[in-house]
Nanobody, 129 residues
Framework: QVQLVESGGGSVQDGGSLRLSCAASGRTFSGSAMGWFRQAPGKEREGVSCISSNGYDLYGADSVKGRFTISRDNAKNTVYLQMNSLKPEDTAIYYC??????????????????????WGQGTPVTVSS
């Protein structure tokens, strides 16, 4: 059974930075693309970023491009999301998810949650102005 555990969330001021981590159990981590999603209060869950299994293909939502960077360490079964220049509109619960494929977009948009088969419990991020 795959388990995903996020950490690193918290409260920061506008313009601040946070680094989220997602530790995965199980031996299939290195063969799967990994994604980050977020859900703000009263809004639908949206895809934030995705990284292919080999780390070479990266995807990001337009709203976070140039500010957020996804990376992974397959030796540690961990995926990261470095978030810089945070804005109040980034406030949300952030979830990591394990894709059903090695690539983020072979079966559809990277942000399609239906392509992800395992989800973490989420970590909250609050950005105050």
């Amino acid at each position: 059974q795959v388990q995903l555990v996020e950490s690193g969330g918290g409260s920061v001021q506008d313009g601040g930075s946070l680094r989220l981590s997602c530790a995965a159990s199980g031996r299939t981590f290195s063969g799967s693309a990994m994604g980050w999603f977020r859900q703000a209060p009263g809004k639908e869950r949206e895809g934030v970023s995705c990284i292919s299994s080999n780390g070479y293909d990266l995807y990001g939502a337009d709203s976070v491009k140039g500010r957020f960077t996804i990376s992974r360490d397959n030796a540690k079964n961990t995926v990261y999301l470095q978030m810089n220049s945070l804005k109040p509109e980034d406030t949300a619960i952030y979830y990591c998810a394990k894709h059903r494929d090695a690539y983020c977009s072979r079966f559809g948009r990277f942000g399609s949650s239906a392509s992800y088969i395992h989800w973490g419990q989420g970590t909250p991020v609050t950005v105050s102005s």
